[in-house]
């Protein structure tokens, strides 16, 4: 049997998690590479039963659809157990390597969730654009919730101006997607990013989705604050997905409809370029 957590932590006995590292398995992005994947490879590698930290409601709903779909042996690290090997799990978040596990891990769990029941939300059908739209911040994530990590969603960052360039690319007769991957299941999520050739979205961890698109496919992210960060361009780097980048001033960055229309129908030129707002 084997407790895990991710490398960096610090986890006592009973499974409490007492420091955190370059990102919390609380927030999808370092929960999915960080944690998840590395932690069914281990358990398909050692073929004993895992033992996985609470990584908070939102979460476990995703880390119990994949542990069921995958036909391991698990249970929540709760309590002490001596007889459980703790073992710290490689940060896929971070990088990818050894690139060989991770890919296997991908492979292993995409075949897993096709045999996972269907989303329970509706509007799972997608096209081959997705316009990513983010989900309202869950209490958990509050200033008074128990979170390790405050803030999620909306609560976070979100494009200004996002119904106007929804109602612009369905004026102009783009064939787009509406998609909140929050709202949805793993599986659906992996569906949709499967599925999807162009994504187009503010930066935020469902862009851990990045690993069930397919090479030669394309995403563009809106950074804020007038930077970009590591996170998304450097996973797109190594799956050989190319990375649009649209760079806004602000927290909450306006984007031009025509920009994302462009985007959508091949007639954007530039990898990155800013926008002064």
Known sequence: MHSLHPDGYRVSRGGKVLHIEKGSTEHFFHFLLGYLLPAVWLGIKSGSKIRVLDCGP??????????????????????????????????????????????????FLSRALEGAPNCVES????????????????????????AILKGYGIGRREISNREEIINHLGAVGSSFSVYQPGAHSLRCQMKAFGSAKKVFGVRGAEWANLIWMNQETSACVVFEGGTTTPFA???????RISLHSIVGESA??????????????????????????
């Open 123 to 146: 509007a799972c059908e997608t096209k081959e654009n997705l316009f990513l739209i983010r989900s309202p911040e869950p209490s958990f994530y509050g200033p008074a919730g128990p």
């Open 252 to 277: 909450a960055p306006h984007v031009d409809p025509v920009t994302v229309e462009k985007y959508f129908s091949d007639a954007l030129p530039e990898p990155r370029w800013n926008i002064p707002n």
């Open 58 to 107: 939102l979460m476990n709903g995703r880390l119990e659809e994949a542990l069921n779909s995958s036909g391991l042996k698990w249970e929540y690290w709760r309590g002490w157990k001596p007889w459980a090997k703790t073992v710290s799990l490689p940060r896929w978040d971070l990088s990818r390597e050894p690139f060989e596990d991770f890919q296997n891990a991908v492979l």
């Open 233 to 239: 361009p450097a996973l797109a780097r190594d799956l």
